[in-house]
């Protein structure tokens, strides 16, 4: 393997590695979530959703963890407070 190749596979690994990291914190996060505020059956959809999303296609995983990080989490923090 020489450098080039380490050099051109950077930005898919940033890539990779930045959406593995949206995908952990909304899994997190949604596990941490008591049942009042995240019902159990959304809880585990949004959870599987992130997984199997990250797991089969990468990007889709992370754009359903910023969905639910901007969206239903945002609601749930907002009405906490």
């Known amino acids: 393997m020489n450098g080039a190749t380490i050099g051109a596979n950077l930005p898919t690994l940033l890539i990779y590695g930045g959406s593995l990291i949206l995908v952990i914190w909304c899994v997190v996060d949604a596990m941490r979530r008591p049942p009042s505020e995240l019902a159990p059956g959304k809880k585990?959809?949004?959870?599987?959703?992130?997984?199997?999303?990250?797991?089969?296609?990468?990007?889709?995983?992370?754009?359903?963890?910023?969905?639910?990080?901007?969206?239903?989490?945002k609601k749930m923090n907002a009405e906490r407070w």
């Open 44 to 73: 585990v959809a949004w959870v599987i959703a992130a997984l199997v999303g990250w797991l089969l296609f990468g990007i889709i995983g992370a754009a359903i963890a910023v969905f639910y990080l901007v969206g239903p989490r």
